[in-house]
């Protein structure tokens, strides 16, 4: 066997184990691990495509932030685990359907039966690059010039996602109490404390 | 004599010969491996000692001076020290995250040595992507953090994960934009490639027409560390040590190693960068064939080690900031002064002006 080959299956095992392990796992946070390892590991299957821009995109924004912010909420919720699992075996019937109508969908777009709508017949004579090739100038070329619009648009879109996010979190309630670092700076003594002038007298 | 060598150097490559190729290239790379980590390792191990005698001087203290001649054994009897300590897990933790968490903190600050170019050539992968790479493993360290603090069952060290997730998911950022400046300067993702852009001596290195980014770069550098003055992930005064409060021996060991690799790996980046890694400054003043003049292994080392040195500095001067202020310094001063330099610098490379060839 190819040491390739070797690392391909070594790569998609842990795939499919840590996949399985997002919704096997009793623990969110073991689950959202598991979730991390899914794409650090897809991310290593795509670096042996050639796809090293894809694979190190995938690292960098949902290893690094994305599912670092998705960890975050979930360590901070408090999750009856009892509870979450007490439906299982009722929606049980409902999600098998929408697992096999995805896979047929998959199947349909990229497998071989149905119409070749992702150019996979051209995979079958596809041709190893050079050491020197750069998979990240290449993908920059077509993505500023072909499809500049398309892509200035999807931009554009998440742009505004940020600003409605923003806006969102900007929501101020008026019971909510809140600390101003700058009040708290600006107290002066005289704001807070009060010397008195009394007698002296004895306790008693 | 000298046949007896000779003998023994053929018998060893005819021992070389019998493994497969395969074989041969795994233990080449394996090799080479050892021979960036174990310098390194000394290096992080120095480096503490380094922080502790010149923040000692900094204060007008002698710092540690019992331990072999001059305290130059400090280091190795800490290792000891540490390495002889019960490592305690707590009771209602989450055992095996507690136990993994070092160990993620401290992979990727020594992965990322993989594409660092100590000299012409000089490097185990010469990957394309590189400055990409660098910048992915950097932002999966922060994993460590998060799951030492979550696993650790403690309210500080939840606190103190709470506040390094934001900290360092927010630098990033800045940190990422930086990059993109160099990467429009050099016309390349390859590291060697960057160091190659900046050659012929000072003026040409990218620290002048990147200045706001490099001040930028380092600063994020510092808070991605978690050093002072970002170092509210520790704040001992706040929440006692932060992540690592429950962690102790070797466990507590390995994170400390991962923060002084980090310190390194930062000081070395920026050096490779904006400093021209491994080229000479007097490139064109002095000749090539003087050690002045002739780019070296030599001036890496001492440029990495000026920003090494910075960070010691830091901690010794500057107070902590409050973490309000780290963020506002993060998102809105950082973010928005990288990403007018860049048009800056857009324009300077349309025009023209820019020292670098398009």
């Given at each position: 066997?190819?040491?390739?080959?070797?690392?391909?299956?070594?790569?998609?095992?842990?795939?499919?184990?840590?996949?399985?392990?997002?919704?096997?796992?009793?623990?969110?946070?073991?689950?959202?691990?598991?979730?991390?390892?899914?794409?650090?590991?897809?991310?290593?299957?795509?670096?042996?495509?050639?796809?090293?821009?894809?694979?190190?995109?995938?690292v960098l924004v949902?290893v690094g932030a994305?599912m670092v912010l998705?960890?975050f909420?979930?360590?901070?919720?408090?999750?009856?685990?009892?509870?979450?699992?007490?439906?299982?075996?009722?929606?049980?019937?409902?999600?098998?359907?929408?697992?096999?109508?995805?896979?047929?969908?998959?199947?349909?777009?990229?497998?071989?039966?149905?119409?070749?709508?992702?150019?996979?017949?051209?995979?079958?004579?596809?041709?190893?690059?050079?050491?020197?090739?750069?998979?990240?100038?290449?993908?920059?070329?077509?993505?500023?010039?072909?499809?500049?619009?398309?892509?200035?648009?999807?931009?554009?879109?998440?742009?505004?996602?940020?600003?409605?996010?923003?806006?969102?979190?900007?929501?101020?309630?008026?019971?909510?109490?809140?600390?101003?670092?700058?009040?708290?700076?600006?107290?002066?003594?005289?704001?807070?404390?009060?010397?008195?002038?009394?007698?002296?007298?004895?306790?008693? | 004599?000298?046949?007896?060598?000779?003998?023994?150097?053929?018998?060893?490559?005819?021992?070389?010969?019998?493994?497969?190729?395969?074989?041969?290239?795994?233990?080449?790379?394996?090799?080479?491996?050892?021979?960036?980590?174990?310098?390194?390792?000394?290096?992080v191990?120095?480096i503490?000692?380094?922080?502790?005698?010149?923040?000692?001087?900094?204060?007008?203290?002698?710092?540690?001076?019992?331990?072999?001649?001059?305290?130059?054994?400090?280091?190795?009897?800490?290792?000891?020290?540490?390495?002889?300590?019960?490592?305690?897990?707590?009771?209602?933790?989450?055992?095996?995250?507690?136990?993994?968490?070092?160990?993620l903190s401290i992979m990727p600050a020594l992965a990322a040595w993989?594409v660092i170019?100590?000299?012409?050539?000089?490097?185990?992968?010469?990957?394309?992507?590189?400055l990409l790479y660098v910048l992915a493993l950097t932002s999966i360290g922060v994993y460590g953090v998060i799951i030492a603090g979550?696993?650790?069952?403690?309210?500080?060290?939840?606190?103190s994960s709470l506040r390094v997730g934001a900290q360092i998911v927010a630098y990033e950022i800045a940190m990422g934009f930086a990059l993109v400046g160099v990467?429009?300067?050099?016309?390349?993702?390859?590291?060697?490639?960057?160091?190659?852009?900046?050659?012929?001596?000072?003026?040409?290195?990218?620290?002048?027409?990147?200045?706001?980014l490099f001040f930028v770069y380092f600063i994020s550098g510092v808070a991605e560390t978690n050093r002072a003055p970002f170092d509210v992930a520790e704040g001992?005064?706040?929440?006692?040590?932060g992540f690592h409060?429950?962690?102790?021996?070797?466990?507590?060991?390995?994170f400390f190693l991962a923060e002084y690799a980090n310190i390194i790996l930062i000081s070395a980046l920026t050096a490779l960068m904006f400093?021209?890694?491994?080229?000479?400054?007097?490139?064109?003043?002095?000749?090539?064939?003087?050690?002045?003049?002739?780019?070296?292994?030599?001036?890496?080392?001492?440029?990495a080690?000026?920003f090494a040195?910075c960070f010691l500095?830091f901690r010794?001067?500057f107070?902590r900031y409050?973490y309000?202020q780290i963020m506002r310094l993060g998102w809105?001063v950082f973010i928005?002064v990288t990403?007018?330099?860049?048009?800056?610098?857009?324009?300077?490379?349309?025009?023209?002006?820019?020292?670098?060839?398009?």
């Amino acid at each position: 066997m190819m040491i390739t080959d070797f690392l391909f299956f070594a790569f998609a095992g842990v795939v499919i184990a840590s996949a399985l392990g997002v919704v096997a796992s009793r623990n969110p946070v073991h689950s959202a691990l598991f979730l991390v390892l899914t794409f650090f590991s897809c991310s290593a299957i795509w670096l042996m495509l050639e796809a090293e821009f894809l694979a190190i995109t995938l690292v960098l924004v949902y290893v690094g932030a994305v599912m670092v912010l998705f960890l975050f909420v979930v360590m901070m919720l408090d999750i009856n685990v009892a509870k979450m699992r007490e439906g299982f075996v009722s929606y049980l019937p409902v999600g098998i359907v929408f697992a096999v109508l995805m896979l047929a969908v998959m199947v349909y777009v990229v497998g071989p039966v149905g119409p070749d709508v992702m150019g996979t017949a051209a995979l079958d004579n596809a041709v190893r690059q050079a050491a020197d090739y750069s998979n990240t100038e290449a993908l920059g070329e077509v993505l500023y010039t072909d499809y500049v619009l398309a892509f200035e648009i999807a931009a554009v879109i998440l742009l505004v996602a940020i600003i409605a996010a923003i806006t969102l979190t900007l929501r101020r309630r008026p019971t909510t109490k809140y600390q101003t670092p700058g009040k708290q700076i600006k107290v002066k003594r005289d704001d807070r404390l009060k010397v008195i002038k009394s007698d002296a007298e004895v306790l008693k | 004599m000298n046949e007896m060598i000779d003998n023994l150097l053929a018998t060893g490559l005819e021992m070389w010969s019998w493994f497969p190729a395969d074989w041969q290239t795994f233990l080449l790379i394996l090799g080479k491996i050892v021979l960036i980590l174990v310098p390194l390792m000394i290096c992080v191990a120095y480096i503490t000692y380094a922080e502790r005698k010149i923040i000692g001087y900094m204060q007008i203290r002698i710092g540690p001076n019992r331990v072999g001649p001059r305290g130059w054994l400090q280091p190795i009897a800490d290792a000891m020290k540490l390495l002889f300590k019960e490592v305690i897990i707590p009771t209602k933790s989450d055992k095996f995250l507690f136990l993994i968490a070092p160990v993620l903190s401290i992979m990727p600050a020594l992965a990322a040595w993989a594409v660092i170019p100590f000299d012409r050539g000089m490097v185990l992968a010469d990957v394309n992507a590189g400055l990409l790479y660098v910048l992915a493993l950097t932002s999966i360290g922060v994993y460590g953090v998060i799951i030492a603090g979550w696993a650790s069952n403690s309210k500080y060290a939840i606190l103190s994960s709470l506040r390094v997730g934001a900290q360092i998911v927010a630098y990033e950022i800045a940190m990422g934009f930086a990059l993109v400046g160099v990467l429009m300067a050099s016309g390349s993702l390859n590291l060697g490639d960057i160091v190659e852009g900046q050659a012929g001596g000072i003026s040409s290195w990218y620290i002048w027409p990147l200045l706001p980014l490099f001040f930028v770069y380092f600063i994020s550098g510092v808070a991605e560390t978690n050093r002072a003055p970002f170092d509210v992930a520790e704040g001992e005064s706040e929440i006692v040590a932060g992540f690592h409060v429950e962690y102790s021996g070797m466990a507590f060991a390995v994170f400390f190693l991962a923060e002084y690799a980090n310190i390194i790996l930062i000081s070395a980046l920026t050096a490779l960068m904006f400093l021209g890694g491994w080229l000479s400054p007097f490139e064109g003043f002095v000749g090539a064939d003087h050690w002045l003049g002739a780019s070296s292994l030599f001036w890496f080392f001492a440029k990495a080690c000026i920003f090494a040195f910075c960070f010691l500095w830091f901690r010794a001067t500057f107070p902590r900031y409050r973490y309000d202020q780290i963020m506002r310094l993060g998102w809105k001063v950082f973010i928005p002064v990288t990403i007018v330099w860049l048009f800056v610098e857009a324009v300077m490379v349309v025009a023209e002006v820019g020292p670098w060839a398009v």
